[in-house]
């Protein structure tokens, strides 16, 4: 069987849970940091001039006397959202892959809960047409959170207003991004700096607006400042309805493995719903984060790009495997959702084809990861960081045993990147494509293998284009 659009008809609908969740805890904390009425302009410093502190001290777990509590309404909302969530494989908020095409190809397979690209709160309450389009979404996207960048009260609120307008289930804020474009302007991780500056910002947004907010943060600014407990703890009495943490430093980008024992503890240690996140690519590896470290949810953002079935994997408890003509008719039916969504004239194509080429940069490493072979190896290693070759010897694969066109699908090479990408969107059907790269294989393959072969550490800077 082919996986095209029948395919995906064919996945759609199976429910199946993991075996092993977590069971729901109080969700419902009303206690909210101080100052949740500051002036709607930027969050006034930290009084103590404090950033990082001891994990002994508890000053930012204590809340406030005078702490407003949400209303009855907004804290029914939390809970609501939290019970969508509970279980739940996310789809991370990504840079330039949170397109929505892309996103509407995960909820075909079995996304049931999607973000938005990281828009800033101040250019898109000016309209700007780029962020505008990140409150789009598809018609499959039954939960849909929209991430933004802020540090001010009043945009968030602004921007919050925004994504309930356009149909977002929450909004989140982004904590996380390490890239300096954010960072300089005191955005993304910069705001780890100072947790109690930023629950009252947090605290500020949540009050205002009519959806909850999440806030997506990593571990700390580097391996030396630590501070996830107090960050977590401030968000929770400002009031976040979730706290998805990436077990990583801003520093530390996605290099080395993320961190999950920090996670866990603040999942044990905290009332205040925590989503992990980070190195996830396998249905067994989403079952262990979920089972041994307490969240409500896991969250994947590189998985998915490498093998966007990872959902259905997830709620069928199995690897699928697509062999290599359904891969090609997986990829197809992206090429189709941008040609709905950017139009299929020359217009459409040089906007698509600014995501379609880094999509395949992605989807060439995939690798088929059978748990009897991989599940011993993803405890000391992630298996998303693990560097295997176009041939796999663990599976008994040799280069020779493999298809032209499974060794193209499988080719790091840039040149092949383009190519595939301008043959799938030149075919008209599923069956001319898979004679186009059949035909393209057999004539360049060898060529590409031979011109690429990027180190990891090459191909994981890319990635670090991802902004949370």
């Known amino acids: 069987m082919r996986w ?32 949740a009425h500051a002036a709607p302009n930027e969050v006034t410093e930290d009084s103590s001039g ?16 005078d702490s407003q509590g949400l209303s009855e309404s907004q804290l029914q909302h939390n809970a ?70 802020t540090k001010q009260i009043d945009e968030g609120i602004a921007a919050g207003e925004l994504a309930a307008e356009a149909g977002a289930a929450w909004m989140d804020l982004n904590c996380g991004c390490p890239i300096y474009e954010a960072t300089r302007r005191g955005l993304g991780a910069a705001l780890l700096r100072k947790p109690t500056k930023l629950g009252r910002l947090v605290a500020g947004i949540a009050e205002g607006i009519p959806i909850p907010l999440t806030v997506k943060i990593r571990t700390g600014e580097s391996a030396s400042k630590i501070n996830v407990m107090q960050v977590a703890t401030a968000l929770q009495n400002a009031g976040a309805a979730a706290v998805t943490i990436h077990g990583r430093t801003m520093e530390q980008r996605y290099k080395r493995a993320a961190d999950w024992g920090l996670v866990q503890q603040a999942a044990h240690q905290l009332t205040v719903p925590i989503i992990g996140n980070g190195d996830v690519l396998t249905f067994y590896e989403a079952n262990r984060r979920m089972s ?101 010897e663990n599976l008994g694969e040799s280069l020779d045993s493999l298809s032209y066109l499974e060794r193209l699908l499988r080719c790091e090479s840039e040149a092949a990147h383009e190519h595939l990408a301008a043959a799938l969107w030149d075919s008209d059907n599923e069956q001319h494509a898979v004679s186009q790269l059949e035909k393209l294989a057999g004539e360049h393959v060898p060529e590409w293998e031979a011109s690429a072969a990027p180190s990891r550490d090459e191909r994981e800077g890319r990635i670090d284009e991802n902004r949370g």
């Open 50 to 65: 404090a950033g990082v502190k001891n994990h002994s001290q508890q000053d930012d777990r204590q809340p406030s006397p």
């Open 80 to 149: 609501a959202l939290i019970s969508r969530l509970q279980g739940k494989l996310i789809l991370a908020p990504l840079t330039k892959g949170g397109n929505v095409p892309f996103r509407r190809l995960c909820a075909s397979f079995g996304a049931d809960a999607t973000m938005s690209e990281m828009s800033y709160a101040r250019n898109l309450i000016k309209g700007n047409v780029v962020e505008r389009t990140h409150l789009r979404q598809a018609a499959n996207e039954h939960c849909f959170g929209v991430q933004i960048a």
């Open 292 to 392: 041994e470290h307490g969240c409500i949810a896991v969250m994947t953002g590189r998985g998915a790009l490498i093998k966007p079935w990872l959902f259905q994997e997830y709620k069928d408890q199995r690897e699928l495997n697509p062999s290599t003509l359904e891969r090609v008719g997986i990829y197809y039916q992206l090429v189709r959702y941008m040609k709905e969504h950017f139009g299929d004239d020359a217009k459409g194509r040089k906007k698509a084809f600014y995501f379609l080429p880094w999509h395949c940069n992605f989807f060439c490493r995939y690798r088929s990861l059978p748990e009897e072979t991989y599940a011993t190896r993803s405890l000391q290693q992630p298996l998303i960081s693990t560097r295997v070759e176009t041939a796999d």
């Open 4 to 35: 095209g659009c029948g395919a995906l008809q064919a996945v759609q609908g199976r429910q199946i849970l993991p075996k092993a969740i977590t069971k729901p805890k109080a969700f419902l904390h009303p206690v909210r940091a101080a100052s």
